[in-house]
């Protein structure tokens, strides 16, 4: 019987169940779900914060390639209460309603949440499978974890996006990210 349960998640279901496969190889005691994401429009680049049309009052300031927000925090405005930007977190989910809950069902029921991006870039922080995956495991403080080909955000990005960690495949070794987030220990029955 399973001890630890893994929600994997990707774009295709293909490259989840693959994904899958290797985590139940490399760690025997997971039981491992695997899901498609099909995020409508997630090719969409959509304006950064002070640029463009930007509802926001006071938008945000571009510096250093960095979008940072300016104004009062979210929630606060000049009668104490209004809208200004919103603390770091989870991007909002792009999928329809009843996708959302399907998904927070699964991820509430989950140890830890997997998703599987190609690339690792401010885009896919901010719409795509990445976004989903944190947004549906955040009401139920679940892990979740973005397995990439190439990351190319730091830190302190992917952690303001609600990841719990970001590993880059080299040569598709999904077996050193399973063992370090379902470790053998959780398998043992005492």
């Known amino acids: 019987m399973p001890v630890v349960h893994v929600l994997l998640l990707a774009e295709t279901l293909p490259d989840a169940e693959r994904l899958a496969a290797a985590w139940r190889a490399a760690a025997p005691h997971t039981g491992t779900e695997a899901r498609a994401v099909i995020v409508p429009g997630a090719g969409a680049v959509p304006p950064l914060p002070g640029h463009g049309a930007d509802p926001r009052p006071g938008g945000g300031v571009l510096l250093a390639g960095a979008a940072i927000p300016v104004g009062p925090p979210a929630g606060v405005g000049a009668g104490g209460v209004g809208s200004g930007p919103s603390a770091p977190g989870p991007a909002p989910s792009a999928l329809p309603t009843a996708e959302q809950e399907v998904l927070a069902g699964a991820a509430a029921l989950a140890d830890v949440v997997?998703?599987?991006?190609?690339?690792l870039d401010g885009e896919?922080?901010?719409r795509g499978v990445v976004v989903e995956a944190a947004a549906a495991a955040a009401d139920h403080a679940v892990p979740v974890v973005a397995v990439t080909d190439r990351s190319e955000v730091t830190r302190r990005q992917w952690s303001a996006a609600g990841l719990s960690g970001?590993?880059?495949?080299?040569?598709?070794d999904v077996a050193r990210v399973a063992r370090t987030w379902t470790p053998g220990w959780a398998g043992r029955v005492v």
């Open 114 to 119: 997997v998703a599987y991006a190609p690339r």
């Open 124 to 126: 896919a922080l901010r």
């Open 166 to 172: 970001v590993h880059e495949l080299a040569d598709g």
